[in-house]
């Protein structure tokens, strides 16, 4: 790290401190040469690749921008949308890697949406996975269906004799 007054190609960290959930690292640095301090902010960068094949960073607001299409007219609110997003951020960043498909960030979507609003899931998932007939959406209701009567159903507890 050059020194930002002098110039000078080495630089020794004083103080490190984290951010922001663990995605920013603060830095306060000083030189060896004249001595005087300076900060740093270091981040990690998270990309995605688009089906077109360019590459462009993350961002929460257009996950927020895209969620919040599927939930126009349904009783969710700005702040939901931005755990929606954090939570979709976290899952992405989980996977490890400094790269990851579109696809991966739709996938990533679906399941905290489903547990928001079924119906904004449904719209989501109608055009993101690119449902063409009733059937597709039929199939993608039945299986919530199933789901809930699941979640509904008691655990089956052993007869008494």
């Not at 930002?4 to 040469?33: L, N």
């Amino acid at each position: 790290m050059h020194c930002p007054f002098c110039r000078h190609t080495d630089s020794r960290v004083v103080d490190s401190r984290v951010q922001e959930d663990g995605t920013v690292i603060r830095r306060r640095r000083q030189c060896p040469e004249c001595g005087r301090r300076f900060g740093t902010v270091e981040t990690a960068t998270l990309a995605v690749i688009k089906r077109s094949g360019a590459t462009e960073p993350f961002s929460r607001d257009k996950v927020m921008s895209g969620v919040r299409k599927a939930c126009q007219g349904r009783p969710v609110s700005e702040a939901q949308l931005q755990v929606l997003a954090q939570q979709v951020e976290e899952s992405i960043r989980s996977l490890g890697q400094a790269e990851v498909d579109a696809h991966e960030v739709g996938l990533a979507i679906l399941e905290p949406l489903r547990c928001l609003d079924e119906v904004a899931y449904l719209r989501f998932a109608s055009v993101y996975q690119a449902f063409d007939s009733l059937e597709d959406f039929e199939a993608a209701i039945t299986l919530l269906r199933a789901e809930q009567d699941a979640q509904r159903e008691p655990a089956s507890s052993p007869e008494r004799t």
